[in-house]
């Protein structure tokens, strides 16, 4: 009772939680006959009825194919994506709608960027930069290109809250550097990593920034311009938008230099069996029928992001994460992995001599949902020593009532090991 008077407490805030709850259906629903408390927003955000309804609605009364049709339908079809377009060009701060690509989420928008950038600019002995705290889909790419390539992937090491070392990225940077790739915020840990910072260094030393920001789209504003990085890259499911859809931002200078990632239609000005001429990008790196709908429904879910301000929902976001850290440490036994001074509403721990999926299996029971194991980032586990870790994440329809339903839970593992 204690612990809820003080979460409680912290719980004054502009933002109106529990009436962007409303929006969300799948938070009225119940798990093992308890009520769900949803804490897997970094593996994937719950859709607003505003998103459900735009893509229900595209699918019973406008669908149509895009770009090729002369008729109403497809026109209209066409309109709505490049609205959805011109919405992520105001959403990252791009100077044009033609920087946007569609692709089907973060990983693809990397790996393209490894084939169509990295196997036209990276040669023998080039080197690759990423951080220790990356998730696989923004090592394994760059991996693959290097050994293809003979370049070499280096490592920029963290310290032991997570944090990227900014001295030791110095010492890596040469003139062989011609990636760095990192996360905006590291998906195991939530730690915000100084990216304005680390893409003014990666281009003193002549090297092209990628920006992972698929655990950053949601929780952070961001302009592309400020940063100035070459790529920043996010999925529309962890962006409360629908899965199989994503973007990555690219300056307009590379995305002309670069190759297409795929052949197809679409993406082509002129098809004869002795010469191909490309589209200009975007279309050039979308072939195929894109993923209409989706796209539809990224173009909502960001509209309904825009409702609100993003101090709002990170000082929420903020309060939470305060609330449930304090009263994790707290509960002995414990250990959060990742400290980090700057943090979106993310805490992985490990409780002593209890394996995560025991903890994440027993929380379930309790209705409340969270992730157990790698995350997709075993070289953050290895840096840290251990093989898995229990990650809670929060979103904005997360409350303190939902903390004390995970602290209550943490109860019940402790009492199922006796300790």
Avoid at 156 to 167: A, R, S, T
Avoid at 192 to 213: F, M, N, Q, S, Y
Avoid at 297 to 304: D, F, I, K, Q, V
Wanted: glycine residues 8%; contains cysteine.
């Amino acid at each position: 009772m204690e612990q809820r008077q003080r979460t409680q407490k912290r719980g004054e805030s502009s933002f109106n939680v529990e009436k962007s709850r409303l929006d969300f259906p799948m938070l009225r629903r119940s798990v093992h006959g308890k009520q769900l408390v949803y804490l897997d927003n970094a593996a994937t955000t719950q859709k607003p009825t505003q998103v459900l309804d735009r893509m229900d609605r595209f699918y019973r009364e406008e669908y149509a194919t895009v770009r090729r049709g002369v008729y109403g339908l497809s026109q209209e079809a066409t309109e709505y994506c490049h609205e959805t377009r011109k919405r992520c060009q105001t959403f990252l701060n791009a100077s044009s709608a033609d920087e946007i690509i569609f692709t089907k989420g973060t990983t693809e928008a990397i790996n393209l960027l490894a084939t169509s950038y990295g196997e036209k600019f990276l040669h023998e002995k080039d080197e690759v930069l990423v951080a220790t705290t990356e998730h696989h889909s923004n090592i394994v790419p760059w991996q693959r290109l290097c050994e293809k390539k003979r370049a070499q992937l280096r490592v920029i090491p963290v310290n032991d809250q997570g944090e990227i070392l900014l001295e030791e990225f110095k010492k890596l940077l040469n003139a062989q550097t011609k990636i760095v790739s990192v996360a905006h915020v590291s998906n195991a840990l939530g730690i915000i990593h100084p990216i304005e910072e680390i893409t003014k260094l990666a281009h003193r030393a002549g090297a092209v920034v990628v920006i992972d920001g698929a655990q950053a789209a949601a929780h952070l504003p961001i302009d592309v311009q400020r940063i100035d990085c070459d790529f920043y890259a996010f999925s529309g499911h962890k962006t409360f938008g629908p899965t199989g859809i994503g973007v990555l931002y690219g300056k307009q200078k590379w995305l002309e230099s670069m190759d297409p990632y795929q052949g197809g239609g679409d993406m082509i000005s002129s098809v004869t069996f002795e010469k191909i001429t490309y589209a200009p990008p975007p279309a050039k790196f979308e072939a195929g029928t894109p993923a209409i709908a989706e796209i539809i429904g990224l173009g909502a879910a960001l509209e309904y992001l825009e409702q609100f301000s993003f101090d709002a929902l990170h000082a929420h976001e903020q309060r939470l994460l305060q609330a449930a850290t304090e009263a994790i440490a707290s509960s002995g036994k414990i250990k959060i992995i990742g400290n980090g001074q700057t943090k979106v509403g993310i805490i992985s721990f490990v409780m002593e001599g209890i394996h995560p999926h025991d903890i994440g299996t027993i929380l379930d029971q309790e209705g409340v949902a969270v992730r157990a194991g790698h995350h997709c980032a075993q070289p953050t586990m290895d840096r840290f020593g251990i093989p898995a870790t229990t990650r809670i994440s929060f979103a904005l329809y997360n409350t303190f009532d939902d903390v004390e339903k995970l602290l209550e839970g943490m109860n019940q593992v402790k009492k199922v090991f006796g300790i």
